[in-house]
């Protein structure tokens, strides 16, 4: 497998642990499903590593129209290549390792540049100065107030899964690396709480409390990879979030290093572990998504469910268009129902992951709806009918409900890995637009529209159920012309999702990729008030600057 700049370490997991060994092909088992004459994708090997722009400090930490004295100071000290930029790296090492071992400083240049990116395509990398992989709150808080005294940046990062470009290095920086804090800390049945470290893996953590009867729910496409500090600062969704809603619904409180008011590389305690709780404002709400804009997220505790029983019920629908597969999930919404997942994925994606994993899957349809039903009993029966019924308002090729578990979570396995499968042809631009759901035949008509217009070859995949779509935007490696027209494909549909009343991000957040698109959606008081808070939380502007705002 190809391996790019900045590779984070799902790559690697992603040969070695998944899928699931292949099961029976798509409708064999019982014959129950169309078979499906597979279109064949263009398999091309050699994925180019992604242009990388040299990102100035001035332009990441100037951001629009405000720029503090501190900024300047940061912007100035910290000019990639210089002899000040030398001596800054010296000073900082020099400083890092009077109390935080040696052995956690990194500074070979490589191992420094595969820490310094994130997933996303395109958005701009600076050079770090160097990376700490830090194994303790008070590693990260000394960090920390190292970096304020010597007015360093600090780039925070979980696994670099993150499609914004919201982990990415800027010059000069420190990257503070959070995998290795990956303990459980406590893990509370009788409460259903649990603490753990940021570094855990979302996956992990699942195994573990799943053991005790416990489950936490959220759970991004990239489970197996991404850490829950990671999840808590993008927000991250998933794919049963239609249902049991996105990570925020369980970040109880948390501690974090902030500084400002707190004073740099101070521990905060924010939150409260009760079921209820309205003691002063919700700093801990405003730190989830907040991408490591204003401190380091350095404990969470988490809200937990009691392990689900029994297998969930999935229903497949295929179709014959984007638009058709559109209007069964408006209608699924429209009738009141909630399936514990509802995923869309075209011909493409599948094409993409059969043609790496070999899973035996075969579609004769552009797109897949997979539904999943978790009620047990008969209730759950019933809800399955009721969906199965709402997709027949798409007009689909067919639709239902399948009784082969493999053979569902094979296809489910498929959605999950889709969007790895695409990268492996090129350079995938990825959206992550969110419209109201019964925009959402009309978003998808748009998308295959603009797509079209610029002459971009587009795969789709959703959390369908939430109105949350992800068109990936591919491009041959090399091509400018088209990386050129996917871009400007991208920035179109951010404004349609925005005309239909929807957002340009619902879940991988704004980063680097999506600043100018969140600035064209928010109301500028809006705007006003997020600066504010940012000014007022960092006034020096060095927890991740030039991200977000
Ligand atoms: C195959 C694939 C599938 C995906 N599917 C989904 C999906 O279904 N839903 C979804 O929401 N996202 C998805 N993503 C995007 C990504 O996985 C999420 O955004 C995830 O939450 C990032 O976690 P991470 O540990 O990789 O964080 P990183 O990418 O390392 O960092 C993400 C952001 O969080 C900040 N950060 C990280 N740790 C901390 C911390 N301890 N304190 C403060 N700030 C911190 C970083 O600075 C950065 O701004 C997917 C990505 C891939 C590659």
Request: proline share 6%.
């Amino acid at each position: 497998m190809t391996v790019r700049t900045g590779s984070p370490a799902w790559r690697a997991r992603a040969s070695e642990d998944r899928p699931p060994d292949a099961p029976p092909r798509l409708g064999e088992s019982r014959g129950r499903h169309q078979r499906c004459g597979v279109v064949p994708a263009t398999s091309q090997s050699g994925v180019e590593p992604p242009t990388v722009e040299r990102m100035t400090t001035r332009s990441q930490t100037t951001g629009t129209t405000e720029t503090t004295e501190t900024t300047e100071t940061t912007e100035t000290t910290l000019t990639t290549g210089s002899a000040e930029t030398t001596g800054t790296v010296a000073a900082l090492f020099e400083a890092l390792s009077r109390t935080i071992p040696a052995k956690r400083l990194i500074t070979d240049r490589d191992v420094v540049a595969s820490l310094s990116a994130d997933d996303a395509e395109w958005a701009p990398v600076g050079q770090a100065a160097l990376a700490l992989r830090a194994r303790s709150e008070s590693e990260v808080a000394e960090a920390v107030r190292i970096c304020a005294d010597l007015r360093v940046p600090v780039v925070p990062r979980g696994a670099g899964t993150g499609l914004s470009g919201g982990a990415n290095a800027v010059d000069g920086c420190l990257v503070l690396d959070l995998s290795k804090m990956d303990q459980v800390v406590e893990i509370d049945g009788d409460n259903l709480v649990c603490v753990v470290q940021p570094g855990i893996v979302n996956d992990d953590l699942k195994a573990i409390l799943h053991e005790q009867g416990l489950w936490y729910p959220p759970d991004p496409a990239s489970a197996p990879w991404s850490t829950i500090g990671g999840n808590v600062a993008t927000n991250a969704g998933g794919l049963c979030c239609v249902k049991y809603g996105v990570t925020r619904d369980y970040v109880l409180g948390m501690r974090a290093v902030m500084g400002g008011p707190a004073g740099y590389g101070n521990v905060v305690r924010l939150g409260r572990r009760t079921a209820k709780g309205v003691a002063g404002l919700d700093i801990s709400g405003l730190m989830v998504g907040s991408e490591g804009t204003l401190g380091i997220v350095t404990e969470v505790t988490l809200r937990l469910r009691p392990a689900p029983k029994g297998t969930p019920r999935t229903i497949v629908g295929a179709f014959g268009s984007l638009v058709d597969a559109g209007r069964a999930v408006a209608a699924v919404t429209r009738r009141g129902l909630t399936p514990s997942a509802l995923e869309l994925l075209d011909h493409e994606c599948l094409q993409a992951v059969e043609d790496w994993k070999h899973l035996g899957l075969e579609a004769d349809a552009q797109v897949l709806l997979l539904a999943r039903v978790d009620t047990p009993g008969e209730g759950g029966a019933d809800e399955a009918r009721a969906v199965a019924a709402a997709f027949e308002e798409g007009d689909p090729l067919w639709a239902l409900e399948s009784s082969d578990d493999a053979e569902a979570e094979t296809l489910f396995a498929a959605r999950r890995l889709a969007y790895p499968a695409l990268e492996r042809l090129g350079p995938v631009l990825t959206e992550d637009i969110c419209v109201p759901r019964s925009a959402l035949p009309t978003m998808l008509g748009m998308l295959v529209e603009i797509a079209a217009r610029h002459g971009v070859r587009m795969a789709t995949i959703a959390h369908a159920g939430d109105g949350n779509l992800h068109p990936l935007l591919l491009t041959p490696p090399g091509d400018d012309g088209a990386r050129e027209a996917a871009q400007a494909a991208f920035e179109e549909m951010l404004d349609g999702a925005i005309a239909l009343g929807g957002t340009v991000t619902g879940e991988h957040g704004v980063g680097l990729l999506k600043r100018a698109g969140m600035e064209r959606e928010l109301d500028p008081r809006s705007l006003a008030v997020q600066r504010a808070v940012k000014q007022t939380l960092d006034p020096l502007n060095i927890f991740n600057p030039g991200k977000v705002l």
